[in-house]
């Protein structure tokens, strides 16, 4: 597993201090469809002795979410960005199939140990984009479950063949929250069998998933998650090492070693099942001094979970 991190904002000093805490490569959001951004950012991260491993967040994909106007054309936009990545040899877009567009809470500020400041879902509010993405975050009618899965499997067997062709890896993020439906929106990546079935749709090694331990652990199944690394092992191409307190229909983010999974157990599960992938610390608390516009997304706490993923790393090895 290769330590990597998504810096906010995206300056020298984060990224320097990403390389200064072990991590080995970085994570960008949606970088456009200008090779030469693409290129940019690689050099600027490789200046760092860091590898550009992962694009993920803010890559348009509602149109072809939800079969609307426009859609083959964001299809061919996703093509461009995957041959994109291709030319500058990174080598996995993580993506999903949210139909609001972006993972959804009811709150931003719960206090977590000593102040830090976490995000937390209560299912009886009404659940919001955190960070204002500025893209569209539902559609104007509610796509039905059948017909996500239809809009899927056109999409996969349009984008699969040019991922294997660039070197490029598929990562499919479950649904946050992990439920059936949100707002009065069918959701249908929120369980190990949707994401099986995600695979079986057109079999290949650029067709994966994003183990998301955070997301799969506020599921109301209470699932045993390192068992679950196990079971999905074979398609996990990208992981976000996170937790939770609670479950769906109420559960707030925590500190990495202060929620309810067995960290530990789940750094074996990863070791022990050969998973060689970019493992990134995810939706952090926001510290003391931090300004929380970004909920999730600020760098002390993630600077804080690395450290702890690298002492769970060394404990496996040693096992």
Request: aromatic share 8%; hydrophobic share 40%.
């Amino acid at each position: 597993m290769n330590i990597s991190l998504l810096v906010t904002p995206f300056s020298d000093e984060n990224l320097q201090l990403a390389a200064q805490v072990g991590a080995t490569e970085i994570v960008s959001v949606y970088p456009g469809l200008e090779l030469g951004n693409m290129f940019a950012i690689r050099d600027r991260v490789e200046s760092h002795g860091m590898k550009l491993g992962v694009i993920e967040r803010l890559v348009p994909t509602l149109r072809f979410i939800h079969n609307s106007a426009g859609r083959d054309q964001q299809i061919e936009d996703f093509k461009t960005l995957i041959r994109n990545m291709g030319e500058a040899n990174v080598p996995v877009l993580c993506y999903s199939w949210m139909p609001h567009d972006d993972w959804q809470r009811t709150a931003v500020d719960v206090s977590e140990r000593g102040g830090a400041l976490v995000t937390e879902l209560d299912m009886s509010q009404d659940a919001k984009v955190p960070n204002d993405t500025g893209y569209q975050t539902e559609a104007t009618e509610a796509t039905s479950a059948e017909q996500l899965w239809e809009n899927l499997e056109y999409f996969l067997k349009q984008v699969v063949p040019v991922a294997e062709k660039a070197g490029v890896k598929l990562s499919m993020h479950p649904d946050d929250p992990p439920v059936d439906v949100l707002r009065g929106q069918p959701q249908i990546m929120s369980t190990p069998e949707e994401f099986e079935r995600l695979i079986q749709l057109v079999e290949s090694p650029s067709n994966g998933i994003c183990f998301c331990q955070g997301t799969m652990a506020s599921s109301a199944a209470e699932y045993d998650i390192p068992a679950l690394i196990r079971r999905l092992a074979p398609h996990i191409n990208f992981s976000h090492f996170r937790d939770v307190v609670g479950a769906v229909p109420k559960f707030r983010e925590s500190f990495h070693d202060s929620g309810k999974t067995d960290m530990a157990a789940c750094m074996e599960a990863y070791l022990e099942s050969g998973i060689d992938c970019p493992i990134r610390p995810d939706h952090a608390p926001t510290m003391a001094g931090e300004s929380n516009e970004f909920p999730g997304y600020h760098m002390l706490g993630r600077l804080y979970a690395v450290g702890y993923m690298r002492g769970l790393m060394e404990s496996a090895e040693r096992k």
